[in-house]
């Protein structure tokens, strides 16, 4: 790539250009500025693409992808063209510019949209759309822990009793109820016997839909298992081999440190997390320390510093002494970085984030030694483009959004901070770069966290000042050192130092979680606040750098005001957005009512994984019971009443024998929940009954005058494939 960032490479663009015959035609000068720049905007134009793939109601059929196909021959043959029309005076240079820009970006955002495509083709295999009961065999390939606090396993190759290759998912995912048992090796070739179905939908419209990240990881089936552990095959060799050594490296951390400091230093070395326990996953999310704990930029970035200043500084003293080195030192110790960053991707079990973190760390590092800036906007560009080529669901994914919402603003301060920076005392100045850093990173990322989880911690730049230096200083030099070490057996004093850092850490996520007001919940935004908050910070981003270059005065340029306008439109979407009325679980065994004093849920007990995901969507901080000790619901636990607007009611029948009492309430102005399937009839009332709901999905019920509007999870979006 040239270090002008031009888009010679890109179609439309050509590596030379004729002498311009016209008279009218801009100097050459003129039209490498009006070029420069722009490879920032491929990776957004390839996310623009993906984005509008996951957006369409329906699945792109053989019409669609050919229309994309006409377009596309159009906008490669307009490129093509624009330059011998300018040349002959038929359009002016300005235009002939902006066709050949405008072909190129609709060619990537329509190479996205065919990336994603074919990504969803290629990782397509069976899902389960039936309950399964009985035997389940298949090799473990991943140990990890539930948010429930269990241990689950993954397993490939699955075979199932009498279900047959073409209706068998390529892999299945258990929980252990019990999870004493000792878990046999990765690699090895297991039985059980189990309960499965389909991974889950959405608690509600509009909640997170966990089909789509399980269609993309292969993940067919969800379920739970309470027999032990049977071994069929012993393991395999070659690369389980590997992985088995991984683990081996993990429970000698744990075992060396103990406790849960020690699986929190597993975690960052070996990206095991089985070891954490719930409660303190909940403090980490708590302090906004979580990402501490799931291997990204941050990890890679801080080991291959590490290693790169280490690296350096032994070459340049070697040289001092006399070693017959190369001059140029700094690419030898950007190598040893860039090893020291594969062998840790390895180390890690190389997850989705961590390979987004290696592709950032790598590219930086071949800038270095291809004598490039190794931080700067096109290197950020080249990452992502890379891994939405090879992965282009990413851009739906939390992490991949923050990543580089945090590492694009701490570039665009660099600026700024070298400017005044050498006005500080030296002693001040790792202390006012760490806090501006940090400042900027959480700034840049608060609003996407708080969009996507529905929470926002009030004092993690606080935990982060205190936690991070220590990860930086102690935890992942200590790391490196150990397994330096660890051969020789030496391992001990590196593991000793680890611990002290992660226990440092603990205690301030501890000690920040126990703060009044730590966390603040935040209801649900819309389905378009996330889109329009990172495409319009992107477009903001970009066009305010592009007027920067260009020189240009006055006022900002359209681009940029552009991108102001969808940020601020993504956040009054999500100020004015009202929650459901009234929410019904999937399988009828809960209904939650809004109320003054917030939802009230028809139970106490019941569905609590979805009434618990309504509570954090409605922007609450609640348990079940007190949920459902507000008023609202009347009568026996099993047959719940309420009353909604304009004379309507709800009726919620659970337990034994629902589906026959609940006939007797299905009367006109009623909406009859029922966790049980009832037989057809034409109903005087709305009945959402079992049957119903398995094929609707979580229900939300609004008010449009008198009349009820009922939305399905399964009526808004398609479900994956």
């Not at 683990?247 to 095991?272: E, F, H, N, P, Y």
């Not at 020189?551 to 340029?557: D, F, T, V």
């Not at 009611?649 to 009832?678: S, Y």
Request: hydrophobic share 50%.
């Amino acid at each position: 790539m040239a270090a002008s960032g031009d888009m010679t490479a890109l179609p439309g663009f050509s590596g030379t250009r004729a002498a311009p015959r016209h008279a009218d035609a801009r100097p050459a000068r003129q039209a490498a500025t009006l070029r420069a720049g722009l490879f920032a905007w491929v990776p957004v134009c390839l996310a623009a693409g993906i984005a509008l793939w996951f957006a369409l109601p329906v699945a792109p059929g053989r019409a669609t992808w050919i229309a994309l196909g006409f377009l596309a021959a159009a906008a490669l043959g307009v490129g093509q063209l624009a330059l011998p029309w300018a040349e002959r005076g038929r359009i002016g240079w300005p235009l002939a510019d902006g066709l050949r820009i405008g072909a190129t970006a609709l060619l990537l955002v329509i190479a996205g949209f065919g990336l994603i495509g074919l990504r969803s083709a290629m990782v397509a295999a069976p899902v389960m759309e039936w309950r399964y009961y009985g035997p389940v065999e298949g090799r473990l390939v991943e140990i990890d822990r539930s948010a429930r606090d269990r241990i689950r396993i993954t397993l490939d190759r699955v075979v199932l009793r009498d279900t047959g290759p073409d209706r068998t998912p390529a892999k299945v995912r258990l929980s252990l109820t019990d999870g004493t048992d000792p878990l046999p090796p990765l690699g090895q070739r297991v039985m059980l016997t189990g309960h499965l179905g389909p991974p889950p939908a959405p608690a509600s419209p509009g909640s997170f839909d966990f089909r789509w990240l399980a269609w993309f990881e292969g993940l067919g089936a969800v379920g739970y298992t309470r027999t032990p552990i049977m071994t069929v095959e012993p393991a395999d060799g070659g690369l389980w081999a590997m992985h088995r050594a991984r683990m081996a490296i993990s429970r000698a951390i744990q075992d060396g440190i103990g406790g849960q400091k020690g699986a929190v230093a597993s975690a960052l070395m070996t990206g095991d997390r089985s070891g954490i326990a719930e409660a303190t996953n909940e403090v980490m999310r708590a302090s906004n320390l979580y990402h501490i704990i799931s291997i990204s930029g941050l990890h890679m970035s801080m080991l291959a510093g590490f290693v790169y200043t280490a690296l350096r500084m032994a070459l340049v003293l070697a040289q001092g002494l006399g070693a017959p080195l190369p001059q140029a030192v700094h690419k030898i110790a950007a190598l040893g970085a860039l090893l020291a960053s594969a062998a840790y991707l390895w180390l890690s079990g190389g997850g989705v984030a961590t390979e987004r973190a290696f592709v950032m760390v790598a590219v930086m590092l071949l800038a270095i030694m291809a004598d490039r800036r190794a931080i700067s906007l096109r290197t950020v560009a080249l990452a992502a483009t890379i891994i939405l080529v090879y992965s282009p669901e990413a851009v739906t994914h939390p992490g991949f959004q923050m990543s580089f919402a945090a590492t694009v603003a701490l570039i665009l301060s660099a600026g700024p901070w070298s400017r005044i920076s050498h006005h500080l005392p030296f002693w001040l100045r790792p202390v006012a770069m760490l806090l501006v850093s940090s400042l900027v990173a959480s700034v840049a990322t608060s609003p996407l966290a708080a969009a996507h989880f529905n929470r926002m911690a009030q004092y993690g730049l606080i935990a982060n000042l205190l936690a991070v230096p220590v990860m930086g200083a102690l935890v992942m030099p200590a790391g490196v050192i150990g397994a330096l070490l660890a051969p020789v057996g030496l391992a001990g004093p590196a593991l000793w130092v680890m611990g002290l850092g992660t226990a440092w850490m603990l205690r301030v996520a501890e000690w920040v979680a126990g703060l009044g007001g730590a966390v603040v919940a935040l209801p649900l935004p819309p389905g378009p606040v996330i889109p329009l908050m990172c495409f319009g910070a992107t477009l903001a981003v970009l066009c305010w750098r592009e007027g920067l270059t260009a020189r240009r005065p006055g006022l900002p340029g359209a681009g940029f005001l552009a991108g102001l306008a969808m940020l601020a439109a993504s956040g009054a979407i999500w100020l004015t957005a009202s929650r459901p009325l009234l929410l019904v679980a999937p399988e009828g065994e809960a209904a939650g009512l809004m109320t003054m004093q917030g939802r009230a849920v028809s139970k106490p007990s019941g569905g609590a994984f979805i009434v618990e995901t309504w509570l954090q969507e409605d922007g609450e901080v609640v348990t079940q019971e007190e949920s459902a000790a507000r008023p609202a619901w009347q009568g026996d636990k099993r047959d719940r009443m309420a009353a909604l607007p304009g004379g309507w009611q709800v009726w919620h029948f659970t337990g034994k024998g629902a589906e026959t009492r609940a006939p007797a309430a299905c009367l006109p102005q009623r909406i009859v929940v029922v966790a049980a399937k009832v037989e057809k009839a034409d109903w005087p009332c709305v009945m959402l009954d079992l049957g119903r709901l398995r094929r609707t999905g979580a229900v939300a019920v609004d008010f449009d005058g008198n009349n009820p509007v009922l939305r399905g999870v399964n009526d808004l979006r398609r479900n994956p494939g």
